[in-house]
């Protein structure tokens, strides 16, 4: 069982800055992929961004590539989510998940992850 807790999220201008830090409770963090997935009212939840068991991998949304970088500390059971140059239409709520598979195509599939937090709200004004 992994518990995931999402913070850092608020309100912040077009071109501005965020980071979203995702805490996952349990001994087994680095044997998750982990993903930032975001949503909107009405919308269905989207990826973000995925990074493998070690961090040595990455893998973007092509809405987001070169703008948010994902990372991970396992010592920390941390995952993260630089986001940088943000626009308005990247307001959502944001929630990590915790999947136990690495490839392009689970990445970024919701059915891939085994675990979810609460979510975090972004709001980027303009």
């Known amino acids: 069982q992994v518990q995931l807790v999402e913070s850092g999220g608020g309100l912040v201008q077009a071109g501005g800055s965020l980071r979203l830090s995702c805490a996952a409770s349990?001994?087994?963090?680095?044997?998750?992929?982990m993903g930032w997935f975001r949503q909107v009212p009405g919308k269905e939840r989207e990826f973000v961004a995925a990074i493998n068991w070690s961090g040595g991998s990455t893998y973007y949304a092509d809405s987001v590539k070169g703008r948010f970088t994902i990372s991970r500390d396992n010592a920390k059971n941390t995952v993260y989510l630089q986001m940088n140059s943000v626009k308005p239409e990247d307001t959502a709520v944001y929630y990590c998940?915790?999947?136990?598979?690495?490839?392009?195509?689970?990445?970024?599939?919701?059915?891939?992850?085994?675990?979810w937090g609460q979510g975090t709200q972004v709001t980027v004004s303009s």
């Open positions: 998940g915790a999947a136990g598979v690495w490839d392009s195509t689970a990445v970024v599939t919701i059915s891939s992850y085994y675990y």
């Open positions: 349990g001994r087994t963090f680095s044997s998750y992929c």
